[in-house]
Every structure is written in structure tokens, then in C-alpha cells.
């Protein structure tokens, strides 16, 4: 255990430090200064703070290239961390950005600063290879969003949700906590490394795996496949972001599923390791390979298949969300570097694209006051800027080149059949997933029919659109075309700190 | 300077889109424009491009990590359909030329789609190539979706789905192919030069064929196509027919049986139903295809049906040439492409522009009385020549393509050359029929005289069927024009893994 | 050989004229009329020319042209005539203008139909002097196209189902033919007739057919019966030869006169010619191995027609079954040459008389079925549009001149010594007799019942009491007398002095004769 100095540490954790500041400035400055005020001015300034609070945590970040592993794991600092916590920065900020025009709280505040809470405990989360601190910023980040999906106290709905979330979330983290406690026993360790080696000399010993860490393993998935909304652990989704205010509900589906998916890799590729087991068709070997493969599999069809028949656009992102959290699974199915560099662009690219299309769902629903299928009638005529722009969000997401959806699904399926060097053993999953995009397409197409084919309903009125989230939401798309069409902008870049990281 | 007709194209439908939205005219004007720049850069290449093998025209890394370049070259093969591309934008915005509703729109999906079609036919990359491939499908959708007929919404759904479908199972293969091969390289040479194991080629090969053989309307996946022609508007039929198919059957013969030609040729060791191996079992389905879509265009009622089915049953026989294998046959076949793209394009533009847009029926049994060919004698003449080209009657492209993949047929698979005559004649039944009853009244049925008078055919439309003749012609009496560029293309050496087959 | 390409030209002229045509609007049809008329008559000028020019004494190609061009599928821009062609080019250049005269009172659509004539002219002259099968199957198949517009927009009341039906036979045998050809051409790499008939004559072809094509379920025999059978099919069709004759009455009948006399007059010598150019010299040992059957089909074709004639009230299907009757006796003689090939010396002098036969009668009928129709056409154009047997009677009475001269006609149809039918006929029966004796013998059978028919015409129209009907009925009128003149002249011409024809074709015939070696 290296001893490290407050102020080293402290250092080593500034841009945490700078974004939890910044929401202590907006809180202070929204109860201080500007009770009085129209609620578009308090979120005009509160996310302006917040906004340059990310953007400095992003300067620092960009701007001081550590690395460090203080304390065994308990905090990391690499190029890789950095990049994730980037992502998760710039991802923040859109939600604090797209959320400007919206007028579902009173509470400007409170909110905001909840994004950014929410923001910290993610970059702890990404930031850790030790079981506790990963629970507890899990916690943190949990918990920020169960409020958050509540905030609209307007709305049963969004009441219901934050109850079912948090309901699930408690009892996954039950599990998680279960899973982890007995991790800790088997190892007598908090940190993945020594996890992983304790577990390595047991499978050396015995073949076969130890009961409890089946059980671990188990545990574990269905903690985390409750976080990133990996069939069956989904339940919570479909309500969440039907019931969420649109710029929680983006949060959520976006930075949150990020953060999840890193440190679901890293639990299992560094604290499992040893005990990955194979899911080739024909060469199954038990481990935790084979348990993520089936939940891959059947989270891609119950999406997949669910979305066909939503007529709720935010329903149908949700099941669409649980089958891209199947495909990302296969990442984490394939475990190499180079599927890690793929789960990365996957889920920024991915994250971007929900980002988008809930700012557009944002705008659709203040001004035509719902977000069912119909209310999306003839939106190119009354909003054609946006709605090109949720067009590239959709087929990027149902992965049509050259948007960044498609180059993520090449390279992740690439690097799902790399990771079987000589044989070709996880076919079987990467044709399932190709197959069911296809199905995929189907929905997407189900929403752009209305955008660009019916024509709108005679009484509905012109749409203004907010100059901000326009903003935003154009720039998103220019982000989305610009990485499908120069995938390498962003690839090199994970790549490079992929192996910086020495992972 | 090949490479700018993609750009020019999408170049254009950018522009268009920008466009204010009153400016109709200036919107077909511009449209035009650049499909004629398009046009006429292919053809220059065509005319400078005298030996058919396979030139560079841009090499630039991509993205290195994963070994993808951005590299489009042409050979003879992809020249030709270049220039057909060419020639079906042009007189598909001819006879577009009395859209108002979304125009700008309209012409920008249009371009957008040519774009990406011109795309796909340079690509030399494979990465590259299923990029544009899958372009192709979303404006296809909304062309048909937003300007279309009869159950516009379900054909173009159909249409995509089944696109998608296909690309994906040929995403796999092709995956599947990269990682085997080391992931080092998806460009077309080298991966047409790895030898893949004969068991993986047994099962990548029919994978990826049929994946591109459902947007060339492969028996019994075609399904999407008469639906969806039936589907289209006027241009968008023409380009579906004239092109989109053809990117399927480019696809076969440039990506499926260049990669694993011993999938293709190797015999399974086992007979079923009398069928040895892949080729066997596809030259069975592109004969059914041929005799079915025929059989099926005979008994229509709906005049766009009858020409969207002879669509399938006139791929059958590029999908039978290539399965000859032999220089002939697949020269026919490459040939078919090219004048079902010209005849096709044109019967659905006889039939959705010159008919239907001023009768708005397709039902033959009204369209009949009406006696058309004395109320638009242009429309008649210009379909029974269409009519005769595509029933392969010698002078026009159709016969000597035709002409081609049967003399390949007779050396590989004597036996269904009867079939192929079989479907020769309904095909020439089928045309006449649909003449007959679309353009001349029964003798003792009593003529309506359409009212309102039917609008003269304008000049555009003149234009455009002058254009896509002059063609067909020009290619049926020269069809050396064509040859001189495939055969050797034909020859490289990319197709030297087929040709240790029984290429002679 | 940079000759002037004058065959070329003569395909040309009535293309130009077709093209020129369709410029002159609906209302100038005198125009379009007269128009037509000089483009036929320019190339019946250029025909004589080349009648003239022609080489009587080598009796080979002549007036060739040959050019690459689709290098790919070895076929050649090839064109020549023989004796044959050129016999076959002049009977075209004539019938023609027949034709179109009797289309005159055509009052819808005048310049496309003229149009349609004048293409089919050119189809007529290409199918004559192509020498490669890919533009010769080009205007074969071309000749359709016209020829069933020309029914089916100017027909009578059934011309649909009689059109398409014409469609479909021909379309079916042709499209055989071209698989059969394709054969051929997989095996030998050649379209070329000349090339492909001395590889036949040299016994290479079908061997290299049954080598090059794996076609392991049959055996050598049934192959190349196979082959053959698909070339027979499409010229059976055209001829036609019993039982593919169907189309043909119904055709000939639905048609308007004008074409009739095309289809009749030149069109149904395609499918001779097609035997003589290329069935023969290429299939000629196939022809051989089922000659018994191809000698009863001719058989049947000549009983049965003529018989059918008798039974047939319309005296244009009367004529049509004449025509099938008359074209019978030129696949007798054919066959009948077939039978001895080789080193025969003995027969040498049946089978030049035979072969003569057929030329001669080639020609003779299509004169004569031309001028046939043509009275049809100008007996309907008095009566309005009837032609029935029964509808006439005693017009001998109100039209001698008709009466006489038609009836020339008929007994030209009929084989009266002294008018051209006579010769044809007596050559083919006489050279056939010797060699096959059976078929002609049963071949005499139709003879007789044609000459029961014709009589039979001869007796109900225009003897008899005359039918209160048509006492007011003109007779031929100048213009008309003047323009049967040289028909009825040449007629008298041929019968007389069979020489005029025959020393042209005389040596084409010996040389194929000779040939004839398989």
C-alpha cells in the first residue's frame, strides 16, 4: 500500500472536486440570488455554471495526463478513466443544456445540482477498481437518479417511475452487495487484482468453480445487468424513461449506461478473471462468459422484438435501449482489448444518439404535449431541421453507415469473432445480433414514417423551437455523422489509451 | 475524377435540401444538372477507360487500426453499370419531372440514393462498399413511403426490411470473412486472394450470395420486389429496377463468388433432389425465377405488377448467368444487368408516368377500353418497342444478353436450357398480353374516350424514352461496346479463384 | 473487297422509307400512299439491278460483305446472296408492291401502315441476305413485329386471338430454333452458315456438338436429334408443315388483304428459305435419320390441306389452305433430295429437278397467292367486305375481265400446263417420283382435290346465274387492269418459258446439290 499525501490526493481527484463545487455554486447562486426570477433565467444560469464546471473538470482531465493507483485500486487515474470521464463531462453538460427550456420543476436548483451529483459519482465509478468505492459512488449515482426521475411532481407517471426504479434499484443492489460480500470473503480483498489472482489459484487447484463464486457471478451480473437494463433485469426501463422528465430520462439512458457499462467490464474482466469460462456454440465451459452471453442474447431479442409494438417513442427507445445493451454485452462476452475499444465507442456513439433523440423528444413533447407515435406526425414540415436531425439519431442508433451506430456495430461484432482467434466459435451470437439490428430497423423506420410520411394533423400549430436545444441537438448530429463517416477521430484516441492504460 | 460522381451527387441532394422551398423548377433543373455532370463523367472514364481491368481511382487509410482504406477503383464490370446509373438518374428525373408535392425533398432522397449507388459500384474496399450498400436503402424507403401508390407505407417497408435482411446476413459473412483472414485488410484483392478453409467457404458462400441475391430478386426471396416496384413512384421504380437490383447481382459476382469461389464450385459430396453442390441449387432457383416471375406476369391484373414480376423473372437470368461460370455466361450476365436496367427502367416509366399518372388506374381490365393507343399513341409505341426489347426480340440489349447467359447456360447446365426457353416464351406472352389489353381495345367493347382528354406526352418524358431506346439499340447492335470492357475485366486476376473452377 | 455494299443499300432503302413515312401526318394519305409506293418500287429497281448484275454462271455468294463485328460471340457482319437469295430478293421486291396496291383503300393510320410494310420489307430483305445467324435471326424475328401490328390494328373482326396466336407459334419456333443454334454455337464457336454448313458437309459439327455438350443423360443420337429438332420446329412453324399450321388460316384470313398477300407472297417463303440455307446444309444427316417421318408430315400437310380447302366457305381461307397445300410440295421435293446424298450419280438429274422444283415453285406461288389475294382484295372492296363462296355467282356475267383474268390465276394456282404453277409442280413431282416414290404418289392426292376446289371457286362466283346482288358490280377498272398486267404477264412469262428463272438459279441449285455430303 503506497502511503499518498491529502494534498496528492486531492490533486489526483480534481476534477470531482471541481464539478462538486460547481454544483454547490449552483445551488447556492439559485436559493441566494434568483428565487424571484422566470424559471428559464434560473436554468439559463444554473446550467451555464454547471456547464463551465464540466468543462473545467474536462480541461483538468484533458490538460494533466496521470497516472496513478492510489490505495490498491480504490482510485485510478489512467488515460483510459480519463477518456470515460471525458465522455461522461460532455454528456452531463448536454443534459444540463437540453433541460434550459423545460419547465417541469420549480426546483432549478436542486436539479441541477442532482445531474451533477449524479456526474461525480459516475467519475468515482469509472475511476475505481475496488468493490467498495465502486459500490458506494454506484450508490451515489443511483440514488441522484431516482430523484431525478421523480422530479416531475406534475406527473403520476414520473412518480411511478422513481418508484419502480428505485424499488428494483434497492433490491439490485442487494444483490450486488451479496455478490460483493462474497467475493470479499473468498479473497479477503476489496480490489479486482487481488480478487482476480485469489480466484486464479483456486480455478488452478479445481477445475471446476466454487459454488459461492458461482453465485458471485451471478449476483454480480444480475447487480449490474439491472444498471445498464440488460434483459430480464430491465423492468424498471420502459417506465423510467417513458415517466422521466425528458432531460433525466436522456441522463439516464445516456452517461449512466456509459459509466455502467465501463465498470461492468472492468468487474468482470479484471476482478473475474480466471474464471471466464467460454460460450463458443460447441465448446461451452461454464464461467461468466456463457451467463453474459445468454443475457446478451435474450436482452437483444426481448428488445428488439418489444420495441416493434410500443407506440410510445420513449417506451420504444427504452426496449431499443435493453437490445443495444445486449449487443454491448457481447463486448464484454469477448473480452479482449480490442472489444473493450469497441464497448467504448459503441456506448459514447450510442450515448450520443440517445442524448439527441431525447433532446428532440424534449421539444416534440413541450410543444405538442405528448411523445406518442402520433404526436410525431408530419414533424419534417413543422420542424425540419430537427427532424433531420432525429433521423440521423434513429438510423445511426438502427445502424446505417455511415452514422456512428453502424461503424460501432462493425467494429464490436469484428472484435467479438477477433477475440476466438482460429475459430469462429461466437458465430452464433454475432448472427443473432446481426439478424436482430435487422428487426431493429423495422421500429426506428415505424417513427421516421411518422416524421417524414404522414402528413400532421390540420389543427397542429408551427413548433418553436428553442434556439439551445436546437443548438445542441444539431451538434450532436454533426458529432454522430462525424464519427461514422471519420470513425479513427475517436477510435484512435481510445485505442491510444487502451494501451497507455496497459489493460 | 470518377470518384466525384459520388460526390457531385450527394454534393446535389445537400444543395437541394438548402433550397428555398418555393423554387420547383430551379429544384428538377438542378437536379438535373447534376445527374447529367454525373453521366458525363462516367462516360468519360468509360471512353479513357479502354482495357476493362481494375484501375485505382482513390487509395487514402481510413481508419488504420482496423486496416479499412477508403479506396474505390473501377474495371470493366463497374464501368458499365456506372454508366447505366448514369443513364437511369438522368431519365428517371426526366420522367419525374411533374412531381410538386416535396419536390426538393424528393429530388435530394433521389440524388442521395444515386450517390450512394455510384458508391457501391466503386468501392474496392469492402468496408467501403457495404457502407454505401446500406445508404442505399433508407432513401429507397422514404422515396416509396412518402411519393408512392398503392400501399406505399407496406411495399417500402417490405422493401427495406428485406434489404436490411440481406445486408446484414452478408455483414456477417463478410465479418466473419475479415476476422478469418486476420483482420488486416477488407480490401477486395486481398481477401479474394486469402484461401478460406473449405468448410468456411461452404457456408459463407450461399450466406453472402443470397444476402445480395434478395435485392436481385432471387427466387423465392423476391417477394419485396413486385410490391415494392408496385410500390414506387415513376423514378423510384425505375431506379429499383434499374439499379438497386443490380446492386445485389453486382454484389454476388463481385463480393460472394470472388471470396469463396470453392464454396460455389466444390460439390457437397451428397446429391439432394438431384442437386451436388451451391451451384446447382442457385442455378435451380434463378431458373425457377425466370419461369415463375413470367408464369406470375401473366396473369396480373395490375399493369405494374405484370412489368415489377418480369423484373424478377429478367434477374433470374443475370442470377443464371453467373452461375454458368463461364466467360460467356457471366459476360451475358453483366450484360443482362445493364439492359434490364435500360428496359426496365423504361417499362415502368411507360407504365407509371405515361399511364398512370394521367389515367390513375393500373387495372388493365380499365385501362383496356380507354384504347390508349389512339389517345397517347406515343406512350403505345414507346411501350411496345420497351415491349419487345424486353421480350429479348433480337436488335435490342435484351437479346444479346440473354443470348449470352443461354449459350453459358447450354454449356453448364444443359438441361435447364429448356426451362429457359420455357421462360422465354411466357415472357413474350406475357409483354403481349399486357400490351394488348393495356393499349388496345377488345374488338365489340364499346371505347370510352377517358375524360377529362388525357394531357399529350410532354416533352421530358419524349426525351427520356428516346434516351433509354436509343440505348437499348445502340447496345443490342454494338454490343462490343460493353464487351470490350467486361471480358477483361472479366479475366483479371480477381477472378482467378472461379476460374480454376470450370471457367473456359 | 470494297465493293459498293449494295445489298446493304437494298435493306436500307425500305428502312428509310418506314422512318420517312412515319413523319407524314394522318391526313396525307395520298401521300403516304405514294411514298410507300416509290420506296417499293426504288428497291424493286435496285433488285433488278442486282438481277442483272448477278453471275448466273458461278452460282456462289456474290455482291458479300463481311465485317467484324461482336467479336465476343464470333459473329460477323455477313451477308451475300446466291441464286436462291436473289430468287427470294425479287419475289419480296415484287410481292410488295402487290401488297401495297391492294391496301389502298386503307383509310385508318395510312403512313404507319405503309410504315409497317415497308419494315417488313426490310426484314424480308435482311432474312435473304444474311449469312450469320445472329442478323439473320435479328430480322426473323423482327418480321413478327410488323406482321402483327399489320393484323392486329387492321384486321378483321377476330384478329386478336388471330394475331397473338400467329405470335405465339412463330415466337415458340423461333425461340427453339435459337436454343438449338446456340447449341451449335457452344460447340463451334461460329454463327457463320457458309462455315457451319462445310462444317457439316465435312462431318465435324455434330460430333463437336456432342463433345462440348455434357449433356450425359442422352445418348450422341438423341442429342443431335435433340438439336435438330429445335431448328426443324422453328421453320416447321413458319412454312408451316402439318401439324404446326394452326395460326396460319385464321392469320391469313383476319389479316387485311394487303397483308395477306405479304404473309402469303413472301413471308411463308422464310421458312423454305430457312430450309434450303440452313436446315439442309447443316442438319441435312439429321433430315436423313427421320426422313420417314418428315416425308409423311409433307404428305399430310399437302392430303390434308387441300381437303381442308374443299371444306372452307371464305375464300381467303380457301386460299390460305392453298398456300400450306402449294409450300407442301416444296418440303416434298426437299426431302426427297435429302434422301440420296453423297455419291448418287444416278440421281444426280432427279435432284437437280427436284431442287429447281422447289425454287421455281418458291417463286411461282408467291406470285400467283399474291395475285390470288388480290383479287380477294379488290372482290371485297366491291362487295363491301364479303367473300364467301355462296355470296357470289355468275360474275361472269357483270365482270368478264375479272372473271378472265383471275381465272388465269386460279388455273396458275391450280398447275395448268402453260402458266408458271405448272413447271414448279412438274419439276418437283418429277424429280421426286424416282426418289421417293410412296410420298409423291400419295402427294398426287392433293392435287386432285386442289383441282377440285379451284374448279369449285371458278363454278360458284362466276358461272352460274348471277346473284341478284351484284348486278351493278364494276369490272376491273384501267388503273387496276394495268397494274395486273405485268402479274398475269409474268405468269404467262414463267409457264412459258421456264428458262427466265432457272438459268439463274440453275448452278446455285447444282452447287447445292453437290454439297449435299454428309
Known amino acids: 500500500m503506497i502511503a499518498i499525501h491529502n494534498a496528492q490526493l486531492l490533486r489526483l481527484a480534481l476534477p470531482e472536486v471541481i464539478v462538486v463545487l460547481a454544483a454547490l455554486a449552483v445551488l447556492a447562486m439559485d436559493l441566494l440570488f434568483l428565487r424571484e426570477r422566470s424559471t428559464r433565467v434560473r436554468f439559463t444560469i444554473a446550467s451555464a455554471i454547471a456547464s463551465l464546471g464540466c468543462a473545467g473538470a474536462i480541461l483538468d482531465l484533458l490538460l494533466a495526463s496521470r497516472q496513478a493507483n492510489v490505495l490498491d485500486g480504490m482510485l485510478v487515474a489512467n488515460p483510459l478513466t480519463h477518456l470515460v470521464q471525458i465522455a461522461l463531462l460532455g454528456m452531463a453538460i448536454v443534459a444540463v443544456l437540453i433541460s434550459v427550456d423545460s419547465a417541469f420543476t420549480e426546483h432549478v436548483g436542486e436539479y441541477v445540482l442532482l445531474i451533477l451529483l ?21 450508490e451515489l449515482l443511483s440514488l441522484s437518479l431516482y430523484i431525478l426521475t421523480a422530479f416531475d411532481k406534475r406527473s403520476a407517471r414520473s412518480s411511478e417511475a422513481a418508484l419502480k426504479y428505485f424499488l428494483f434499484g434497492g433490491m439490485s443492489a442487494a444483490f450486488l452487495l451479496f455478490g460483493f460480500s462474497l467475493l470479499y470473503g473468498l479473497s479477503n480483498s476489496t480490489s479486482l487484482a487481488r480478487i482476480a489472482s485469489a480466484i486464479g489459484n483456486q480455478h488452478i487447484n479445481d477445475p471446476a468453480l466454487n459454488p459461492l463464486l458461482v453465485i458471485a457471478i451471478v449476483t454480480t451480473v444480475i447487480g449490474f445487468g439491472f444498471k445498464v437494463a440488460a434483459a430480464p433485469f430491465h423492468f424498471w426501463a420502459p417506465d423510467v424513461y417513458e415517466g422521466a422528465p425528458a432531460p433525466s430520462a436522456a441522463f439516464i439512458a445516456s452517461a449512466s449506461k456509459v459509466a455502467s457499462f465501463f465498470i461492468f467490464y472492468q468487474v468482470m474482466v479484471v476482478g473475474f478473471a480466471g474464471a471466464e469460462g467460454n460460450a463458443a456454440w460447441s465448446h461451452v465451459v461454464s464461467g461468466w462468459v456463457p451467463v453474459l452471453a445468454i443475457v446478451a442474447a435474450f436482452s437483444m431479442l426481448l428488445g428488439n422484438f418489444v420495441a416493434i409494438v410500443q407506440s410510445s417513442v420513449r417506451r420504444l427507445l427504452a426496449y431499443s435501449a435493453i437490445a443495444h445493451a445486449g449487443y454491448m454485452l457481447l463486448a464484454i462476452v469477448a473480452h479482449t482489448q480490442q472489444s473493450l475499444a469497441a464497448l467504448l465507442y459503441y456506448v459514447v456513439t450510442y450515448a450520443l444518439a440517445t442524448l439527441g433523440a431525447f433532446g428532440v423528444i424534449a421539444v416534440v413533447e413541450t410543444q405538442t404535449g405528448g411523445e406518442w407515435l402520433s404526436n410525431f406526425d408530419g414533424l419534417s414540415s413543422r420542424a425540419p431541421v430537427l427532424s433531420a436531425c432525429m433521423f440521423i439519431f434513429l438510423l445511426s442508433l438502427a445502424g446505417i453507415p455511415p452514422l456512428a451506430g453502424f461503424f460501432g456495430k462493425f467494429f464490436l461484432f469484428a472484435s467479438v469473432l477477433t477475440s476466438t482467434p482460429g475459430s469462429l466459435g461466437l458465430l452464433w451470437l454475432l448472427a443473432l445480433a446481426i439478424a436482430l439490428s435487422a428487426v431493429s430497423l423495422y421500429y426506428y423506420l415505424q417513427v421516421l414514417k ?42 484512435r484516441w481510445i485505442l491510444e489509451a487502451i494501451r497507455a492504460s496497459g489493460l | 475524377m470518377l470518384a466525384w460522381t459520388i460526390y457531385i451527387s450527394f454534393l446535389g441532394a445537400l444543395v437541394l435540401l438548402l433550397l428555398p422551398k418555393a423554387s420547383v423548377a430551379s429544384a428538377r433543373i438542378l437536379a438535373l444538372l447534376t445527374a447529367v455532370a454525373g453521366f458525363a463523367i462516367a462516360l468519360t472514364a468509360f471512353a479513357q477507360h479502354r482495357t476493362g481491368e481494375m484501375l485505382t481511382v482513390v487509395r487514402a487509410p481510413w481508419i488504420p487500426s482496423l486496416g479499412i482504406e477508403y479506396h474505390l477503383a473501377a474495371d470493366g464490370i463497374s464501368l458499365t453499370l456506372l454508366l447505366l446509373t448514369g443513364i437511369i438518374a438522368i431519365s428517371g428525373i426526366l420522367f419525374s419531372w411533374n412531381i410538386e408535392h416535396r419536390a426538393q425533398e424528393f429530388f435530394s432522397f433521389y440524388l442521395l440514393l444515386i450517390g450512394a449507388v455510384y458508391g457501391v459500384f466503386l468501392s474496392y474496399d469492402l468496408f467501403l462498399l457495404f457502407v454505401f450498400y446500406e445508404i442505399v436503402i433508407i432513401p429507397k424507403y422514404f422515396l416509396i413511403a412518402i411519393w408512392g401508390s398503392t400501399r406505399r407505407e407496406y411495399g417500402a417497408m417490405k422493401l427495406a426490411l428485406y434489404s436490411f435482411i440481406g445486408s446484414a446476413m452478408v455483414l456477417i459473412g463478410l465479418i466473419a470473412a475479415y476476422v478469418r483472414a486476420g483482420a488486416k485488410s477488407m ?218 447467359v443461354t449459350i453459358g447456360v447450354w454449356r453448364a447446365f444443359p438441361v435447364l436450357t429448356v426451362c429457359v426457353g420455357i421462360g422465354i416464351v411466357v415472357g413474350v406472352a406475357y409483354i403481349w398480353r399486357a400490351m394488348q389489353k393495356a393499349f388496345f381495345a377488345e374488338a365489340g367493347v364499346e371505347s370510352v374516350t377517358p375524360k377529362p382528354p388525357l394531357p399529350p406526352i410532354t416533352f421530358p418524358e419524349r426525351l427520356g424514352a428516346v434516351l433509354l431506346i436509343g440505348t437499348s439499340v445502340l447496345i443490342g447492335l454494338y454490343p462490343q461496346l460493353l464487351l470490350n470492357v467486361i471480358v477483361p475485366a472479366l479475366n483479371s486476376p480477381l477472378f482467378d479463384g472461379l476460374r480454376k473452377g470450370s471457367w473456359q | 473487297m470494297t465493293a459498293f455494299p449494295w445489298l446493304t443499300v437494298l435493306t436500307t432503302v425500305p428502312v428509310a422509307g418506314a422512318i420517312v413515312l412515319l413523319g407524314v401526318t394522318e391526313r396525307n394519305k395520298n401521300l403516304a400512299r405514294v411514298l410507300a409506293l416509290a420506296f417499293s418500287f426504288l428497291a424493286l429497281v435496285l433488285t433488278l439491278f442486282l438481277w442483272h448484275s448477278f453471275n448466273a454462271a458461278t452460282g456462289g455468294m456474290q455482291f458479300q460483305e463481311r465485317h467484324a463485328w461482336i467479336p465476343t460471340l464470333g459473329v460477323e457482319y455477313h451477308i451475300g446472296i446466291d441464286g436462291l437469295g436473289l430468287l427470294m430478293l425479287l419475289l419480296s421486291s415484287i410481292v410488295v408492291p402487290i401488297g401495297m396496291i391492294a391496301s389502298w383503300q386503307i383509310q385508318e ?145 383476319e389479316a387485311p388483304t394487303g397483308t395477306t398477300i405479304l404473309l402469303t407472297g413472301a413471308m411463308s417463303k422464310m421458312g423454305i428459305y430457312g430450309f434450303l440455307r440452313i436446315l439442309v446444309p447443316i442438319f441435312g444427316a439429321e433430315m436423313q435419320t427421320v426422313l420417314t417421318p418428315l416425308l409423311w408430315l409433307a404428305v399430310v400437310t399437302i392430303v390434308l390441306s387441300a381437303y381442308a380447302a374443299l371444306a ?207
Not at chain 1, 439551445?468 to 477521430?489: K, R, W, Y
Not at chain 2, 443464371?320 to 463461364?326: I, R
Open chain 2, 187 to 404: 480490401a477486395l484483392g486481398d481477401l479474394a486472394q486469402y484461401p478460406f478453409p473449405l468448410h468456411f467457404q461452404m457456408w459463407a458462400f450461399p450466406l453472402v450470395f443470397v444476402g445480395f441475391a434478395i435485392l436481385a430478386g432471387l427466387w423465392p426471396f423476391h417477394t419485396w420486389a413486385p410490391t415494392g416496384h408496385v410500390a414506387a413512384p415513376t423514378a423510384a421504380s425505375m431506379l429499383l429496377a434499374g439499379v438497386v437490383m443490380k446492386l445485389g447481382a453486382y454484389g454476388c459476382l463481385r463480393v460472394a463468388m470472388t471470396l469463396f469461389p470453392l464454396g460455389l464450385l466444390t460439390p457437397w459430396g451428397l446429391h439432394v433432389l438431384g442437386l451436388g453442390s451451391w451451384r446447382d441449387v442457385f442455378a435451380l432457383l434463378a431458373v425457377i425465377g425466370i419461369v415463375y416471375g413470367a408464369m406470375v406476369a401473366l396473369v396480373q391484373k395490375d399493369f405494374k405488377f405484370v412489368i415489377g414480376y418480369s423484373s424478377v423473372s429478367h434477374m433470374g437470368f443475370v442470377l443464371l448467368g453467373l452461375m454458368t461460370l463461364n466467360q460467356i455466361g457471366l459476360s451475358g450476365a453483366v450484360l443482362q444487368m445493364f439492359s434490364h436496367g435500360i428496359l426496365a427502367g423504361l417499362l415502368f416509366a411507360v407504365v407509371g408516368r405515361m399511364v398512370y399518372d394521367r389515367t390513375h388506374t393500373r387495372d388493365l381490365a380499365t385501362l383496356g377500353p380507354m384504347n390508349l393507343n389512339k389517345a397517347i399513341p406515343f406512350a403505345a409505341v414507346t411501350f411496345v418497342v420497351a415491349g419487345m426489347a424486353s421480350m429479348g426480340l433480337p436488335g435490342f440489349s435484351g437479346f444479346v444478353a440473354e443470348l449470352m
Open chain 3, 109 to 253: 393510320r395510312v403512313p404507319l401502315y405503309f410504315s409497317l410494310v415497308l419494315f417488313l420489307q426490310a426484314c424480308l430483305f435482311g432474312t435473304f441476305t444474311a449469312l450469320n445467324f445472329f442478323h439473320w435471326f435479328i430480322f426473323w424475328e423482327l418480321s413478327l413485329v410488323p406482321a402483327f401490328f399489320l393484323i392486329k390494328l387492321w384486321g378483321g373482326p377476330r384478329r386478336t386471338p388471330a394475331a397473338t396466336q400467329f405470335l405465339v407459334y412463330t415466337m415458340v419456333g423461333s425461340i427453339a430454333l435459337l436454343l438449338a443454334f446456340l447449341a451449335i454455337f457452344l460447340a463451334t464457336g461460329n454463327f457463320d452458315f457458309i462455315d457451319l454448313a462445310a462444317l457439316a458437309r465435312n462431318g465435324h459439327l455434330m460430333p463437336d456438338v456432342i463433345a462440348k455438350l455434357n449433356w450425359h443423360r442422352f445418348t450422341p443420337e438423341h442429342l443431335t436429334l435433340i438439336v435438330f429438332a429445335g431448328a426443324f420446329l422453328g421453320f416447321a412453324v413458319k412454312v408451316p408443315l402439318a401439324p404446326f399450321h394452326t395460326w396460319l388460316p385464321a392469320a391469313y384470313a
Open chain 3, 312 to 518: 372452307q366457305k371464305d375464300l381467303k381461307r380457301i386460299f390460305a389452305y392453298s398456300s400450306i397445300n402449294h409450300l407442301g410440295y416444296c418440303l416434298l421435293g426437299i426431302f426427297a433430295v435429302v434422301k440420296f446424298t453423297g455419291g448418287d450419280v444416278a440421281l444426280t438429274a432427279e435432284k437437280f429437278a427436284a431442287m429447281n422444283g422447289v425454287l421455281l415453285q418458291m417463286f411461282n406461288h408467291g406470285l400467283t397467292a399474291a395475285t390470288l389475294f388480290w383479287f380477294v382484295a379488290m372482290l371485297e372492296k366491291r362487295s363491301g367486305g364479303l367473300r364467301g363462296l355462296d355470296d357470289f355467282g355468275g360474275l361472269r356475267k357483270v365482270a368478264p375481265v375479272f372473271t378472265g383474268l383471275m381465272g388465269i390465276s386460279l388455273f396458275s394456282s391450280l398447275g395448268l400446263p402453260g402458266l408458271n404453277g405448272f413447271v414448279g409442280e412438274f419439276l418437283i413431282f418429277k424429280g421426286s417420283f424416282p426418289l421417293v416414290t410412296w410420298a409423291t404418289a400419295l402427294s398426287v392426292i392433293g392435287l386432285l382435290a386442289t383441282a377440285i376446289f379451284i374448279l369449285g371457286i371458278l363454278q360458284r362466283v362466276f358461272s352460274g346465274p348471277l346473284n341478284e346482288t351484284w348486278t351493278a358490280l364494276p369490272d376491273l377498272s384501267t388503273g387496276e387492269r394495268l397494274a395486273l398486267a405485268p402479274a398475269i404477264a409474268l405468269m404467262f412469262a414463267l409457264g412459258l418459258w421456264p428458262q427466265l428463272v432457272l438459268g439463274v438459279v440453275n448452278n446455285t441449285v447444282i452447287q447445292m446439290v453437290q454439297q449435299l455430303r454428309f
Open chain 1, 118 to 138: 449524479a456526474t461525480v459519482g459516475m467519475m468515482f465509478l469509472v475511476g475505481s477498481q475496488d468493490l467498495l468505492v465502486i459500490f458506494i459512488s454506484l
Open chain 1, 450 to 491: 411518422r416524421i417524414y410520411v404522414a402528413s400532421p394533423s390540420p389543427e397542429a400549430a408551427g413548433i418553436q423551437v428553442p434556439i439551445i436545444g436546437q443548438a445542441v441537438v444539431v451538434v450532436l448530429a454533426g458529432a454522430v455523422v462525424l464519427l461514422g463517416c471519420a470513425p479513427h477521430l475517436l477510435l
